[in-house]
């Protein structure tokens, strides 16, 4: 098993949690089975790579958290590059989980959601900004 | 009578020629669409009766767009026969054009190969010029009339500015490229033009519309563009339901985004690059557009006396 390899398998596994995620925004319960799979099995699985591969690669690992150098060394070792790459996976969908949820409960309409949850997935934080943004405007109109 | 009957009365009511042109061009495109089938020609790569096909399809949708346009602007008689007479005598000349010369199997635009293709090619350019400045006199006439839909009445101006600028697009394909004018040197010049940017046109291209897998297309900002005058009115339509003073709003929006995007798309042809292989510089462009316009809409979704409180505190 080679780095590469795990990250082939983790990408489309992400991607198919964000589209299920997705789709809870058609589904108004809070939580939905489907953005419990995207939400919450998703980034639980991806974790476990996570974890995983930290703890076959991280003893010895080069490098540090100190100095940004520090990181760069770190992340030459394929594997925990791959860690670090999951790690996007995993949290960008909790994100993506907490927008929904938060958008059902206050009713936030979904063709504003949605570019948000594009967002989050393809540039983290600048989703989170997004959806921060249309969710301070809800929050004056009620 | 049927809804789809009334419309069809209505729209031959504002503008007869525009009408009967548009039903003629579906008539034409489903003859091009036998064509792709039956005909197994290729030119520059793509099927011989695609290109007629498009340009039938297209010519349609405008014809009929344009004459739904004049059901909303009272009045301007004399404006609207113009343009409706020569927007139609242009786009039948057009297409029987671009028929006839996918019927001899060689290429209608760029083509200088022959003095008749040459003649042909220059017919078109200045027959479709015509037409672009019929359509910035509607465009002139749709800024100057007051709409009794407001919303709606923005969306047709803007729908229009976007749809000119998009199909002036078309003068940047008909420029000869830097590699024709250095090939001219040694012989005489044969193709003046192109759509592709940094390959010659003919490569290989998306099914159905032929835009380029691994260069800039110039047709793709040029078919969004000119499609606004579709886009932007169909959204103010759909946001019948909305409140006034915020649907003008979000169609202003909506409006500013559409053009947005056309820039983007243009930007990324004119650097040569596939439409379907963003680089990191229009992925940024794109996450931005995503961003500012979700975050428009979401402000635009307001109530009048809430915004028109915090103006007055603001001033």
Same mark, same amino acid.
């Given at each position: 098993m080679t780095p590469d390899a795990v990250f082939q398998v983790c990408n489309p596994v992400a991607v198919a949690g964000w589209i299920a995620l997705m789709s809870g925004?058609?589904?108004?319960?809070?939580?939905s089975a489907a953005a419990r799979l995207g939400g919450t099995v998703v980034p639980l699985a991806l974790s476990g790579v996570y974890l995983a591969a930290l703890a076959v690669?991280?003893?010895?690992?080069? /490098? /540090?958290?100190?100095s940004l150098q520090g990181v760069a060394d770190f992340f030459t070792n394929r594997w925990l590059l791959l860690a670090g790459w999951v790690h996007y996976l995993a949290f960008d969908l909790v994100v993506g989980a907490w927008e929904v949820r938060d958008a059902n409960e206050r009713g936030v309409p979904r063709l504003l959601v949605v570019p948000c949850l594009v967002l989050t997935f393809l540039f983290g934080p600048v989703g989170l900004l997004c959806y921060h943004g249309v969710r301070l405007r809800r929050a004056r109109m009620s | 009578m049927r809804p789809s009957r009334t419309l069809l009365y209505r729209l031959w009511q504002a503008s007869p020629p525009l009408t009967a042109v548009g039903l003629v061009m579906l008539a034409a495109f489903a003859a091009a669409a036998v064509g792709v089938v039956a005909d197994a020609r290729l030119v520059t790569g793509a099927p011989a009766w695609l290109k007629p096909a498009k340009f039938a399809i297209s010519t349609a949708i405008y014809s009929l767009s344009l004459a739904w346009m004049f059901t909303c602007l009272d009045g301007w008689t004399r404006t609207k026969r113009w343009v409706g007479w020569t927007t139609a005598v242009v786009f039948v000349a057009e297409v029987a054009i671009i028929a006839v010369q996918a019927a001899r199997g060689v290429?209608?635009?760029?083509?200088?190969?022959?003095v008749l293709d040459g003649v042909l090619f220059t017919v078109m350019g200045t027959g479709i010029l015509l037409a672009w400045i019929a359509s910035i006199a509607l465009m002139i006439a749709a800024f100057r009339h007051r709409f009794a839909d407001g919303a709606l009445g923005w969306a047709i101006r803007l729908g229009l500015l976007i749809t000119v600028v998009g199909a002036s697009t078309g003068g940047l394909m008909t420029r000869p490229t830097s590699a024709q004018l250095e090939a001219a040197r040694i012989e005489r010049m044969t193709v003046a033009g192109a759509h592709t940017v940094g390959a010659a046109d003919g490569g290989p291209g998306l099914?159905?519309?032929?835009?380029s897998l691994e260069h800039g297309d110039l047709r793709v900002p040029h078919f969004l563009g000119l499609h606004a005058l579709q886009f932007v009115p169909l959204m103010a339509l759909l946001l019948g339901g909305v409140e006034a003073v915020r649907r003008r709003r979000l169609v202003l929006v909506g409006a500013a985004s559409y053009a947005s995007l056309f820039a983007i798309l243009l930007a990324q042809a004119l650097r040569g690059q596939s439409v379907t292989a963003p680089d990191t510089v229009t992925l940024v462009l794109l996450a931005g557009w995503l961003a500012l316009t979700t975050l428009g809409a979401a402000f635009t979704a307001q109530g009048p006396e809430t915004l028109s409180n915090r103006v007055s505190v603001s001033l």
């Open positions: 925004l058609w589904n108004r319960q809070p939580v690669h991280l003893p010895g690992a080069p /490098g /540090g958290f100190s | 290429t209608s635009h760029f083509n200088v190969g022959t099914p159905g519309t032929g835009w």
